[in-house]
């Protein structure tokens, strides 16, 4: 079993968006462990403030699986992947850490560079 860091976020429809990515992490993991939710202004665009929360988690799924597992919880709140970088989002979920993985492992940087520099990371975690 591997102990796995994920960030979340979202500024659309945040309270529903975050409740059902947590239920859907539950159902698929179980046990989690859950920051403080975080609220933070959007960086970079106009727009609602976010909620920000770390989640930790056990699993044994490989990386390059759990980022897809990933990737259809987001996709499932609505996010299409082709927003632009800068913008609003439904759900954002990021791999922060993965083990003691460090650099670039099964495509996804690890640790995620943001947990050194932005609040909304530093701060739930």
């Known amino acids: 079993m591997v102990e796995v860091l994920l960030g979340i976020g979202s500024n659309i429809e945040r309270r529903r968006n975050i409740g059902l990515a947590v239920a859907a992490l539950r ?16 960086i970079g665009f106009d727009g609602e403030p976010f909620y920000n929360l ?55 940087v690890l640790p995620r560079p943001e947990i050194l520099f932005n609040a909304y990371v530093l701060q739930p975690l």
Do not use: M
Request: hydrophobic fraction near 40%.
């Open 27 to 42: 159902q698929c993991f179980g046990g989690l462990r859950f920051s403080s939710v975080y609220e933070a202004v959007a």
């Open 54 to 108: 770390v989640v930790g988690l056990c699993t044994d799924l490989e990386l390059p699986v759990l980022q897809n597992r990933l990737k259809d919880l987001e996709a499932a709140s609505g996010r299409t992947g082709h927003e632009a970088r800068w913008s609003g989002r439904t759900l954002d979920i990021d791999i922060l850490t993965y083990g003691d993985c460090v650099g670039v492992c099964g495509g996804v």
